[in-house]
């Protein structure tokens, strides 16, 4: 006899049962007038799938159902064909220009505040100085992210930006002492620096670490208001050939080793990197026990 409880499957550490399963089929069945969007919408709310956000777990969920596909249980809609979006183009204008220099102390800089880049006038500003000056030009962040500026007074000093945190670190992994299951669940508490960047005319002493000192202080609360949740440790990489990562190391982040320079694993597709500098930081005591539990409601596993 069938347990009606005991999950068929696994997706992105969910588990479905056979009775899910027969709802789902019935909700394909009733719903095929739906775009595909919509129908794995649909799914989702049905589930109750949702991200740390509260937004629908859309890319987990389409995977699924494209495995439930190809095993015979249903037949999606029809794909549409979208075109591929352009290549971002970023202009560079003159409010990127080189301003003077600033070489001083960080006494007589006056106080540093880092401010959020929000406002859509604020993100192409930010984006153009990315581009213009870090040596990895700017790409656009996808999924959760928060852009910052760094100021004094009415100068702009420097950017920086978390987004996402790396899918699986050996190293981290290992010094969290989290399971595969528990990483699924709990990966969105970890968010990565993932550009930081200040501008080639400032030479301003301990300036960089004493904006990750401001950054640490104000990050939780910011993703809270910003996402719904709140973080409990940031990463970041170093690559070694063009920086030892002094700043993080003197505003009291951990080093946890090098990366192995081998990217994202996806099928019939491997490439290497460039080996990194693995840094992180809690941002509370309780950092392990808040990775490894739940978030009610909205997480992976039910």
Known sequence: MLDREKPVATCCGRPITPRELDEIRETVKMFGNLSRKELIHTICEHLNWRTPSGTNKWDACQKMMLSFEAQGHFTLPEKKSIAKPRPVTIRHTAETAPAPPINCSLKALG???????????????????????????????????????????????????????????????????????????????????????????????????????????????????????????????VDPTQYRGTCYMAANWQFLGMTTGKGLVRKNRTYATQPKKLFVYPLSPDFRARLCERLPGKTDLS
């Open 111 to 237: 106080p540093v505040t880092v401010t959020q880049a929000a406002a859509p006038p604020e993100v192409r500003l930010w984006n153009e100085y990315m581009d213009r000056y870090h040596y990895l030009g700017y790409k656009k962040p996808i999924g959760y992210r928060i852009r910052y500026f760094i100021r004094a007074a009415d100068k702009l000093l420097g950017c920086i930006l978390f987004s996402g945190a790396a899918k699986a670190i050996k190293d981290r992994d290992k010094w969290i002492g989290w399971s595969a299951r528990q990483r699924t669940a709990g990966l969105p508490r970890i968010i990565n620096n993932t550009r930081f960047l200040i501008f080639p005319w400032v030479r301003v002493p301990h300036l960089a670490s004493h904006s990750l000192g401001k950054i640490t202080r104000c990050i939780s609360d910011d993703w809270q208001d910003r996402w719904g949740y709140t973080p409990a440790l940031l990463e970041t990489f």
